[in-house]
């Protein structure tokens, strides 16, 4: 979940008038995380991060799990 971004001025606003908060920042002059509705983001795996999707490493009941295809359908043959 990602914070939904604040509503900016238009560009010509910005940049000639300085009105509105600059790129990542709230009306204050802060970087704004957490204020206002989230919004669902598309997940990308955590791609980069060693160890896999944080979600999996985290869940504390071990129900979350992430694999392929071929990974599953494996699993399901030798349930058979």
Same mark, same amino acid.
């Given at each position: 979940?990602?914070?939904?971004?604040?509503? /900016?001025?238009?560009?010509?606003?910005?940049?000639?008038? @300085?009105?509105?908060? $600059? *790129?990542?920042?709230?009306? #204050?002059?802060?970087?704004?995380?957490?204020?206002?509705? /989230?919004?669902?983001?598309?997940?990308?795996?955590?791609? @980069?991060?060693?160890? $896999? *999707?944080?979600?999996?490493? #985290?869940?504390?009941?071990?129900?979350?799990?992430?694999?392929?295809?071929?990974?599953?359908?494996?699993?399901?043959?030798?349930?058979?």
């Amino acid at each position: 979940m990602a914070a939904a971004p604040a509503k /900016k001025p238009g560009l010509l606003q910005w940049l000639l008038f @300085g009105w509105g908060p $600059g *790129p990542g920042e709230d009306k #204050a002059g802060h970087h704004s995380e957490s204020k206002g509705p /989230k919004l669902a983001v598309k997940c990308d795996m955590c791609m @980069g991060i060693d160890g $896999g *999707p944080t979600c999996v490493r #985290a869940c504390p009941t071990g129900a979350a799990a992430r694999g392929n295809v071929e990974q599953f359908l494996a699993v399901r043959r030798e349930a058979q």
